[in-house]
């Protein structure tokens, strides 16, 4: 069930016709639908609210010139016509916007576990717990950077397995498989670590 359906078979072809780089088809996507992708970055920057500033120019031609139209048009050959072509751009887009406003949040913000010493615990305990932190980071860094992303999402950002998923576009169940399957690896990881459970 490959096959488009009837009413979006232009849509097809326009796309098609960007993908190759066609000149009146690129004029069409400037008018009809790179609006379609501003206004998908603008969602995406109500849900993250970055601390620093950020270029909307520079993301939404990072989007469109790197990764939709980069690569000899190869996401554009994606698709298939069983939704319009501007609901497609605009989940695409929203998808991509999501995922890189969520790293640089991350990125600035993720650096392991806090280190601010809390009053009530002793010197010893504050120890043992900074070891366990660094065991623990160096216990993340081996997993692959998507996991490491699931683990700034759930762990540091503390989103839900549905704001997950929705960034991430994927589905809830499995993310929440995901989830299960990085924190066994690393119980495990620790638990041999520690030489004993």
């Known amino acids: 069930m490959n096959r488009a359906a009837p009413k979006h078979r232009d849509d097809l072809a326009h796309a098609h016709a960007l993908a190759n780089g066609d000149p009146a088809a690129v004029r069409v996507f400037e008018r009809r639908h790179r609006p379609v992708v501003r206004h998908a970055l603008g969602r995406a920057l109500r849900k993250w609210r970055l601390e620093a500033p950020v270029e909307p120019d520079d993301l939404v031609q990072d989007f469109v010139g790197g990764f939709l139209f980069g690569d000899g048009g190869r996401k554009l050959r994606t698709y298939q016509g069983r939704a ?18 969520a790293r640089q949040r991350l990125d600035r913000r993720f650096d ?86």
Do not use: C
Request: hydrophobic share 45%; glycine share 6%.
């Open 84 to 101: 319009s072509f501007s609901a497609w751009i605009y989940t695409v887009a929203l998808r991509w916007f999501q995922r890189q406003l």
């Open 112 to 197: 392991g576990l806090p280190s601010v010493p809390d009053p009530q615990r002793s010197p010893e305990q504050v120890a043992m717990a900074a070891q366990e932190a660094a065991t623990l980071r160096a216990k993340v860094a081996t997993l692959s950077p998507e996991d490491q992303l699931y683990v700034r999402l759930f762990f540091v950002e503390g989103l839900n397995a549905t704001e997950v998923a929705r960034t991430l576009g994927k589905g809830r169940s499995a993310v929440r498989m995901r989830k299960m399957r990085i924190l066994e690896r690393l119980r495990a990881a620790l638990s041999v670590g520690a030489g004993h459970e």
